[in-house]
């Protein structure tokens, strides 16, 4: 199966993850991105984490949040935004598909999401990410962050059910003797 057709059954097995989690896309989605990053990861994809930024942005180097941690700086949503990112939204980005991923959906632009106003700014490695979302300084605190645990445990049971399914069977040997 491919990439796309899996991430999409992945993230339609968490079709209720917007309704059990209030605010998940007000200062959740990095926790989202992240998590599903990682668990990607763990299945042998390469994805990272888009910064999608408003339309009023200037690029930024990939390396950029890895500049800020060998001045030795925190990595926080804030702290991105105060060294030149605009971060409206995180979502996964898988660079060898060209396909982003976020609750919502799975598109091969970031216009089909609705975050069609906005563009992507740089990417983050997956530690970087979960740095990130891990620090709940910037994010909008409409999103409780007592959740948090809950969105890694929908994710983790969502991506393992759906690549179980599409692992290789063992092969079962018969012997007539």
Not at 61 to 89: I, M, Q, V, Y
Not at 139 to 164: C, E, G, L, Q, T
Request: hydrophobic fraction near 40%; aromatic fraction near 10%; charged fraction near 20%.
């Amino acid at each position: 199966m491919q990439t796309k057709a899996l991430i999409q059954k992945t993230v339609e097995a968490l079709n209720k993850v917007n309704t059990v989690v209030p605010n998940l896309n007000c200062g959740g989605c990095g926790v989202f991105a992240h998590a599903l990053a990682f668990e990607l990861e763990l299945k042998g994809f390469k994805p990272q984490v888009a910064v999608i930024a408003n339309s009023f942005f200037k690029p930024l180097p990939d390396t950029f949040a890895d500049e800020l941690l060998e001045k030795g700086e925190t990595l926080s949503a804030r702290k991105l935004n105060a060294s030149g990112a605009d971060l409206a939204h995180l979502m996964v980005y898988i660079p060898e598909e060209g396909i982003y991923a976020d609750s919502e959906g799975v598109y091969e632009d970031i216009k089909e999401s609705s975050w069609s106003s906005c563009k992507h700014q740089f990417n983050l490695s997956v530690k970087n990410a979960g740095i990130i979302a891990e620090n709940p300084e910037g994010w909008n605190s409409s999103f409780d962050r007592h959740f948090v645990p809950k969105v890694y445990d929908m994710v983790f049971k969502a991506v393992n059910k759906i690549f179980k399914n599409n692992q290789p069977e063992p092969v079962q040997l018969s012997f007539n003797f």
